[in-house]
């Protein structure tokens, strides 16, 4: 994907565009939780450096107020990398974290510890080095860090998946050239 003057990944999200891990683009603009004309519902958060308003297409029609937190907690765990995510935005909130983020090294910091599991994910500094790819950077916003970083969780899962698919099969169901 093409790099903007800036150096940086174009504004649209990755994930939204379908670059992102090969996924193919994600259409939800048809869908809406209320009328488009509806003046959307204030950002309730305590982000300190929220994303640009056009980050949040297409899905900006939909809209939560705190009081549908169990709604959003329940939702969350049928994506448990998304619970990852927003834990890392969380951390990077706490730590100060300054964006744009540039490093491997500044993620890296966000960890709990050498170690941090979760989800079927163990991850530690070697891990973001090698899942998130040096095009993610720079992360420009709180926004992006939780869309880059659930690439490259989706693409830890996919490489494992693969190759638990290639160790489960045994040899002898590979077919040859003769077959």
């Known amino acids: 994907m093409e790099k903007d003057s800036s150096g940086s990944m174009p ?3 990755m994930i939204r565009t379908g670059t ?10 048809g869908v809406t939780a209320r009328p488009a004309s509806a003046d959307p519902a204030p950002l309730s958060s305590g982000l300190s450096q929220k994303p640009p308003p056009n980050w949040k297409l297409p899905g900006e029609q ?5 009081a549908d937190f169990d709604v959003l907690d329940l939702t969350l ?17 706490k730590n100060g974290v300054v964006y744009p983020i540039t490093s491997h090294a500044t993620i890296a910091r966000l960890l709990p510890g050498k170690k941090f599991s979760a989800a ?3 991850i530690t500094a070697a891990a973001i080095s090698r899942y998130v790819p040096q095009e993610f950077f720079p992360i420009n916003h709180p926004g992006e860090l939780a869309e880059r970083l659930y ?12 190759l638990m ?6 040899a002898s169901a590979t077919p040859t050239p003769e077959q």
């Open 11 to 13: 504004r649209r999200s």
């Open 20 to 29: 992102a891990a090969g996924l193919g683009a994600i259409g939800l603009a």
């Open 62 to 66: 939909i809209t939560f107020q705190p």
């Open 77 to 93: 765990h049928v994506v448990p990398e998304l619970r990852i995510c927003a834990l890392a935005v969380k951390l990077a909130e």
């Open 120 to 122: 079927g994910h163990h």
């Open 151 to 162: 690439m490259a969780l989706l693409r830890c899962r996919a490489e494992s998946s693969a």
């Open 165 to 170: 698919a290639r160790r489960s099969t045994p």
